[in-house]
């Protein structure tokens, strides 16, 4: 079954809403005003992010909040209404890491359906390796492959993300890897 966190008033008139496949020719079922007639769409949210990297080296960030407290992750989080993809992966890699980046090129789109998320990642080149990390970051280290704490990522969305990063690393040639992980 789909993730769905309910909508239970119309946010028009703040009438209850009944789940049902509304009357306009859709075949899915949404959330319905019985009251103005609003049909109220839920979809995935977007989670950013950034691979940032310096030399071999990735930067990761131990995770001062929940979920996954104390784990290692990406520096990445939920996209803000009013900035592209790119312009909120950059504001998460600062906030969290306090990393000043050269934004680059898309490297994973990750589709998480259980919970209703589309992770995107972006390459970033790190023009230091000086770091300031912000509340949500116990700290921001920076990792080879070999170093990396596997066991200790906080996300499969990460965990894929590395995956890629690495082996594209490898080949010489990064590319745009599409993935989901359930």
């Not at 009251?35 to 979809?43: P, V």
């Not at 989080?77 to 900035?83: A, K, S, V």
């Not at 909120?88 to 934004?103: H, I, S, W, Y």
Request: proline share 6%; net charge negative.
């Amino acid at each position: 079954m789909p993730f769905r966190t309910p909508i239970k008033h119309c946010r028009n008139c703040g009438q209850g809403v009944v789940y049902r496949v509304p009357d306009d020719g859709d075949i899915r079922e949404r959330a319905v005003c019985p009251a103005c007639g609003t049909i109220h769409y839920e979809n995935p949210l977007n989670v950013v992010g950034t691979v940032p990297y310096l030399g071999d080296r990735v930067l990761l960030c131990k995770r001062n909040i929940e979920p996954r407290w104390g784990k290692w992750t990406l520096p990445a989080g939920f996209m803000e209404l009013g900035e592209t993809t790119l312009q909120g992966a950059a504001r998460e890699t600062d906030e969290e890491a306090g990393a000043d980046v050269e934004m680059q090129g898309l490297l994973t789109v990750v589709s998480v359906p259980r919970v209703g998320q589309v992770h995107l990642f972006y390459l970033a080149r790190l023009r230091s390796d000086r770091f300031a990390p912000g509340h949500e970051t116990i700290e921001a280290r920076l990792f080879t492959e070999n170093e990396i704490p596997w066991e200790e990522i906080a996300f499969k969305t990460v965990r894929e993300t590395l995956l890629c990063y690495f082996e594209d690393r490898r080949r010489g040639q990064f590319g745009v890897h599409n993935l989901e992980v359930t």
